[in-house]
């Protein structure tokens, strides 16, 4: 098999680098500050940039061990107003009027811009080549476990706790429901079994926040240096030769979990925010570590900042997946353009906020976009009038693909419920995406940062983009979104303004399994392209059974001559018929049969 999608060699050629992280956490973060007062903070954007605001979305800024409101400077950068932040209920009518002096709504545009900005700056340069990390067999990967002078780990053997937590059968640790090995096990149908390889506790001779601390974009600014410092410590115990896979002189990856918070689910900026990147990107020098150079690394914390006990597989799952290549599915910018703010796929992917599924401990199932660009299932095409039917993509590992004329986008239709990992995903049915691949735009990690055109998009079935309406995105869903067409809403439709080689109708779920007709353009909906008639006898007269998943023995039919006579009404069984042609109805559904 092959990957798909990622061109790892397109992405070189292009000569710019993946950068990526976990997405803020979408939950309240609780914070003391210096007065013991307590605020809750919304963190958004991730490790290369990103804005703090109050739930009512004011700005702020952190200085001291406290948040204040932030405004703008004479030139036009935010500062702090130097006003103690509260959240909403405790503010004061004067309080609130002050506020509205500081220009909240101008200071989040300047911030948003910068976060823009700090994005784009880290894409420049001659660029990396994309990860070679294989995504096929039973590869080693490197992990090393990172602790401060002031932060260390919590439990009493963090190196054996974390050699479970990833490769254990069944782990079930605080309530956890698999190790990250069942994870990319169960995801790729058995062709990925990766064995993580942990290292440690290094004691590195600094404190956390001087690897954490912030520059005005909010990144941190020498997380870095923990990772050579880390790698350089270990140099006597590592064979770092052994996680060069493909012997092209460079070490695969490294994946550091160090103690503490992180940021992104807590509140505290010199925490290190949990993210995936390359020593090159970030302009420092590579060591070369037992004839092999260091340079891809990933990171994520020990402590889970709303459970406040090891953090589940769910951060670990978003990070390497990007070590497979994978890009972020969520808006990597808090901009919004005139076309609004994207809508992205949320708790339904582990590559948007799907790794906070069940306070990280159960991160959702890859989708047939992820599976089909790391090479783990080949979608059924559709491109003629059949019946289909999709069981659960978790036990069948089967979707089904309409491409157009341009091989590069197309949609994919699967089976998402609500079991297994996919446990907490918000609903269940048929989830529908529809993938546009741009080189530049996969590049960049800018994959749903427009809300005009978005490049891995899932379609919502009902036409909501409402955080609140999200179980209703999958077909058909409560809005019995039956049928998805040219002409339906929504709409299924290419970007070159081609019409679909098909459309889809009776889009029904029963029983946890997705059936529907695939129809070709130019062909009827109600003609059935499977339904037959098979002889059955009893005591010598012949019965009718349809064979086709649409019309069949246990949906009520109607049954009628040739002539438009009603022979029989709302049948759910075999029925006796003289020899002769029928016409079967079942609500706008219809077959011709001759029983002989």
Known sequence: MHR???SLLALLSAGIALVYAKPASPNPIPHRQADGSIIEILKHGDEKAHIVTTTDSLPLISQNGSFYYATLSTSGSP?????????????????SKVIATLRPKETLNTYASLLSSGKRAQTRGPGLMPTKFPSIGEPKALVILVQFTDVKFTGENPREFFERELN???????????????WFIANSNGLFRPQFDVYGPVSLPRSMAYYGANNAQGNDIRAVKMIIAACGALDREINYADYDTDNDGIIDNVFIYYAGYGEADYADPNCIWPHSWSLQEAGEEAPVLDGCTLNHYACSSEINGSTHCPDGIGTFVHEFSHVLGLPDLYNTTYASTSAGTPFTPGAYSTLDIGPYNNNGRTPPNYSSYERYAL????????????NCELPPLAESNKAYIVKSLDS??????????QTGNDLYIPG????VWHIDYDERIFARNEVNNNAAHQYVDLVEADGSQIDRDRANDLFPGASRATTFSSSSRPRFSFWSGEAPPVSLHFITEDNSNITFRAVKKGDNPNDDPEASVSDITDSGEPFFTLSGRILSPQCPVDIY???GSLIACGVTADT????????????DRQAKIIVR
């Open 4 to 6: 798909h999608i990622l």
């Open 79 to 95: 500062v702090s107003s130097g006003i103690v932040a509260k959240s909403p209920s405790l503010r004061s009518a004067d309080e």
């Open 168 to 182: 254990q059968e069944g782990f079930s640790d605080y309530d956890a429901t698999g190790s990250a090995k069942d």
């Open 375 to 386: 090479g783990w299932m080949e979608p059924l095409l559709l491109s003629k009038s059949e």
């Open 408 to 417: 590069k986008e197309y949609y994919l239709f699967e089976n998402r419920q």
């Open 428 to 431: 269940h049915g048929m989830l």
């Open 561 to 563: 001559s040739l002539q």
């Open 576 to 587: 006796p018929l003289d020899s002769g042609v029928y016409i079967i109805l079942s609500g």
